[in-house]
């Protein structure tokens, strides 16, 4: 028995140790970039248990993590920590230096129409993954002006448009082009205009601050 505690202990003290060393969880202690999208939804960056806490004391029904499944310590920490206080962990894999794929849009449509609220979406800072399913939340869920939906891709979140996250910002911004002309719906657009190579292959980005957010920062 007194085995069994001590392997449990050793591997909790792992996960903690591959969080906040390998997964650069120390700077996320000293900023959440947590915010308040609208009444039924927040964002943050890769939660601590203790914040999980705390979110769930803010009536939080569903967390909607968009690293997908990862067997490492920050996943299997935050999974058992929404166990612990009836939180639905979903989870859902989104890019950050791609433009956002049709079949992924209408995934976020689905999911988005069945989930639990209030909900919380996270990547790992915070910014740019949780930037754009905020952003397809208030186009899908919302059906909110495009110009409202790319405040959700700011410098407030700390999304940086010259790097590559900055297709996300293009393709938001070929939306709304679209939209100004026709008011075409958003996921009529998806279906039948939007083209993820067009405008990958038209996007530029810079590649010094491309180096600072990869190498520097580490982001995802």
Request: one cysteine or more; glycine letters at 4%.
């Amino acid at each position: 028995m007194r085995a069994k505690v001590k392997q449990f202990k050793f591997n909790r003290f792992l996960a903690w140790f591959d969080m906040i060393i390998k997964d650069h969880g120390f700077l996320r202690f000293c900023y959440n970039n947590f915010h308040r999208v609208d009444e039924n939804l927040y964002r943050s960056n890769m939660p601590t248990p203790s914040r999980i806490r705390n979110y769930s004391k803010l009536g939080v029904k569903t967390i909607i993590n968009l690293r997908g499944v990862r067997k490492d310590g920050g996943w299997l920490l935050e999974n058992e920590a929404c166990s612990k206080h009836n939180i639905k962990l979903i989870d859902f894999r989104a890019r950050s230096r791609a433009a956002p794929e049709k079949e992924m849009i209408f995934k976020a449509e689905k999911l988005f129409n069945s989930i639990q609220y209030p909900a919380l979406i996270h990547c790992k800072s915070g910014a740019d993954r949780a930037g754009i399913m905020c952003a397809l939340y208030m186009l899908i869920y919302k059906k909110q002006d495009p110009e409202i939906a790319k405040k959700q891709l700011s410098w407030k979140y700390l999304h940086i448009k010259w790097a590559k996250p900055g297709v996300l910002d293009s393709f938001v911004e070929n939306y709304s082009i679209d939209y100004k002309k026709n008011k075409i719906k958003f996921m009529d657009w998806a279906k039948n205009k939007y083209n993820p190579k067009k405008l990958e292959d038209s996007f530029r980005s810079v590649w010094w601050v491309n180096r600072f957010l990869d190498d520097i920062l580490r982001r995802e």
